[in-house]
């Protein structure tokens, strides 16, 4: 394993863990005030959300550059299915077509792709995964154009009726099986998979498909299941063991740290939290 | 797979469809009101929760037999691990003891164990797993002398932190392996399983070891991981596929309806709430 010890090359930040995926959270820092704390405590990258990029894409992405920074990813797509999709089949690929233009204004590689949950009016998550993989593969050679490569994210099976129909690693390989193609793997999120006891026979078969690695932690007692994440250290999840089985399979990309904490960590000084994370990353990932 | 369509002989009332497992909901109908009125509906069994029973268990097991029906299992164990247990390793084995001797009083066979979350101080979910089976593996024999059966129950892994430490069938079966004793099975509810795609592979391996299988539905739109389970039908769990499932296990228990409905169907008259779930159970379960 990667001795996260000595520096923080490998440590993105997220937006998210300053409450910029929502609307009305945070302390509300500009994009720019952002990059400059990352760049000044020496973070390696950051990983935006599309609600704070606009039409500004490309000078966001010259700006981290400028800092010192990678851009380490955005999320996301738009939901594929379920009930949270932002329409027709026409409308879903135009808005994932979007989010892959975003990504390659940016320059970054990596595009996070939650993909909705099940379809009104089927049942279970299998119909569901057959039509996200149709609209991933359709979406793929838009992307590969583009230099953007399309990271499928397992979430806790608690998101299973509107947010997602893919729920463990042995999901998402199994949908990156479906479409074969080589600019889509999987991004692995702490908070979604630390509870998961067949990982270490499901990881090794992701080898040369992890695309990204979110961090946090998942508290004993979580309050609201979307937006009470824990600091690394804070909760149940092992993150030495989580990490030591994503690297086995070759990923040296950023340990990307996404804490959503409404009612805790987003209501402190960014500077705080950007500390805490640094000396969490340092010590206990 | 039965035909459910023509009675319902198979359909056991949990009796937290009307609230009765938590304090300060539903109707409050007394426990008899409660036994007449699945006994007047043809019903086959209830299930009750231990808060319902006191020191009644004697009298009460007898008159769901004097109304027709049996009593198709006790809820629950204590917690046995994480930080909701009652105290040390011989309160927890105390209690333990007190609910096999409750549901041998009431003269059902399954006792339900939900084995409580991650132990504070461990991190991951292996080390509180072995805590578990050792403590089920010590209760067993004493259940085995009163003549009941232990259901380790598989939790969403949304409830991960503070109410179990096995979230699949696969964990549960596992659990079983290790434990190797003849009176302790699984019981799988519809609520906790529905997402997980390795059913078809991992149910088989239950052949014989299912005690109990609980019915709701998942709700596209969860308001709250606990009290907002859906009515049958009006969900995405996929419930006739999970059924046959279940029943080429070997299966021909009951099917338990158990639908944890706080801001619905607890606020309901309890006539319509086991109306609807009778005309649910025949035409969709």
């Not at 010259?62 to 999320?75: F, H, I, N, S, T």
């Not at 996301?76 to 233009?101: E, K, N, Q």
């Not at 909705?116 to 049942?123: E, H, Q, R, S």
């Not at 937006?227 to 250290?233: N, T, Y």
Request: proline share 3%; net charge negative.
């Amino acid at each position: 394993m990667r001795d996260f010890s000595k520096d923080l090359s490998a440590l993105a930040l997220n937006t998210a863990s300053l409450g910029h995926n929502l609307d009305g959270y945070g302390a509300g820092w500009s994009t720019e005030a952002v990059i400059d704390a990352c760049g000044a405590r020496g973070f390696g990258g950051i990983v935006f959300w599309r609600r704070e990029i606009g039409t500004s894409a490309q000078q966001i992405g010259d700006r981290v550059r400028a800092a010192g920074l990678e851009v380490a990813g955005l999320c996301r797509s738009p939901f594929l299915t379920g009930p949270l999709v932002p329409g027709d089949d026409a409308a879903i690929m135009d808005d994932f077509h979007a989010s892959i233009d975003m990504a390659a204004g940016l320059g970054t590689e990596v595009l996070t792709v939650v993909t909705g949950g099940i379809d009104p009016g089927t049942k279970g998550p299998l119909e569901s995964q057959k039509r996200v993989a149709d609209r991933v593969a359709r979406a793929a050679e838009y992307a590969a154009a583009r230099n953007v490569k399309l990271a499928l994210e397992p979430l806790n099976p608690m998101f299973g009726g509107n947010r997602s129909c893919i729920f463990t690693v042995r999901d998402a390989l199994h949908m990156c099986d479906w479409i074969g193609l080589d600019n889509v793997g999987l991004a692995i999120d702490v908070y979604h998979v630390w509870w998961d006891s067949t990982l270490t026979e499901t990881m090794p078969r992701a080898t040369g498909k992890v695309l990204g690695y979110h961090v946090c932690d998942w508290l004993a007692e979580t309050r609201d299941t979307l937006l009470d994440r824990g600091m690394m250290g804070d909760g149940v999840a092992d993150l030495k063991a989580l990490r030591q089985l994503v690297e086995e399979t070759g990923y040296k990309g950023y340990c990307e740290v996404e804490v959503f904490s409404a009612e805790d960590w987003w209501k402190r000084d960014p500077n705080e939290v950007l500390d805490v994370i640094a000396q969490r990353f340092r010590s206990l990932c």
